[in-house]
């Protein structure tokens, strides 16, 4: 599984942003505060520069929080292990989306959901397409400081469920955002191209956007083919799509600040997805319309089109896909079942 935010850095311990702060009160108890605790993800995209990542660290800790530094699944998991002994009632997670798939999924798996932490989530990645329905991106000491310093009424917090993957090659995974087909294959491309840059590539905010433009670029000079996996899709409510299929996407998020928005508004339940065949019926020119969510009557499965919401679906034959711009392998002679998780509640100024 390529894991590009998850790379760790051994040159520093856990917990060394404790150490790195400009907090005049920087030497207050590391016991902290029971309730409160920080993941913050050093090397993610955002919080590598202008040192936010101590800063945000100082922040957490003038509210008596206790702050864990990690860049890898083994660190956050054990983080959360720590921190969950302690009753915390609120998490803050400064990454991407990467950190935050790890994060929810771990909860959702070893609490109830009547115990999950409250979440304040700091955009730190490159893309955010998930954190930033959740989070914010800016000026993170001082949103974080309003945040944690404000009464409850003050603050407009958001819940969000998750999607559930269960999968004998994932176990039980969750996130808010699953693609496959032609757009999983897109999030790895650029994966492996920033991955392969070390300099503009990797430092600059608009370097995914560029790296997606790249790809399609590619595909229109006939450099680069898609492959356009079989596939088997059954929703509740829905129906169901069989054939070589070039889009796969599934999400539980509100999007409302996203100009693109592709799904249906028919069905019912917390998962939104939109598959789409090959040969679909006029799909090159409704392709804008798909983009800002129209769908007419007749985009039905028998012309190409299944979209809008459902409460459980599964794929059958699907060999790859991403969660949250994290990158999974499947065995494709079991079927991926997808169902609405856990709801967690995101606090925001």
């Given at each position: 599984?390529?894991?590009?935010e ?18 005049p009160?920087?030497?207050a ?68 989306d ?17 115990q999950?932490p ?128 070039r ?48 769908f ?47 709801v ?6």
């Amino acid at each position: 599984m390529h894991n590009p935010e998850r790379a760790m850095s051994r040159d520093r311990p856990v917990n060394a942003l404790i150490e790195e702060t400009d907090s005049p009160d920087s030497s207050a108890s590391v016991v902290g505060d029971r309730s409160l605790a920080a993941l913050i993800n050093p090397l993610s995209f955002r919080m590598s520069l202008r040192d936010r990542a101590a800063r945000s660290a100082a922040r957490v800790r003038a509210h008596h929080g206790e702050v864990f530094e990690v860049s890898g699944l083994a660190e956050i998991e054990q983080a959360l292990e720590t921190a969950m002994q302690r009753s915390i009632k609120r998490l803050v997670i400064a990454g991407g989306d990467g950190t935050l798939q790890a994060s929810v999924s771990y909860l959702a798996r070893h609490l109830p959901a009547d115990q999950l932490p409250e979440l304040i989530v700091l955009s730190a990645g490159r893309t955010n397409y998930v954190a930033s329905d959740v989070g914010t991106q800016q000026h993170f000491p001082a949103t974080l400081e309003k945040i944690l310093g404000s009464a409850p009424g003050l603050l407009q917090p958001v819940e969000r469920a998750t999607i559930e993957l269960s999968h004998p090659s994932l176990g039980r995974q969750y996130g808010f955002f699953m693609a496959g087909a032609m757009v999983d294959e897109v999030i790895r491309e650029v994966h492996q191209w920033s991955a392969g840059h070390a300099g503009w590539a990797r430092r600059h905010h608009a370097a995914s956007a560029v790296g997606v433009a790249r790809v399609g670029l590619r595909a229109l000079l006939g450099r680069h083919r898609f492959t356009l996996p079989q596939l088997d899709i059954e929703a509740s409510d829905l129906g169901r799509l069989s054939g070589h299929c070039r889009f796969l996407v599934v999400t539980t998020l509100n999007l409302e600040t996203s100009r693109v928005v592709p799904y249906a508004n028919r069905g019912h339940g917390a998962l939104r997805l939109t598959a789409i065949r090959r040969g679909a019926r006029g799909l090159w020119w409704r392709l804008p319309g798909i983009l800002g969510g129209r769908f007419s009557d007749e985009m039905t499965p028998p012309a190409g089109y299944l979209s809008g919401r459902a409460d459980q679906l599964s794929v059958q034959h699907l060999a790859s896909l991403t969660l949250d711009g994290q990158e999974f392998d499947l065995d494709p002679s079991q079927p991926l079942i997808l169902r609405t998780g856990p709801v967690f509640r995101f606090l925001r100024p």
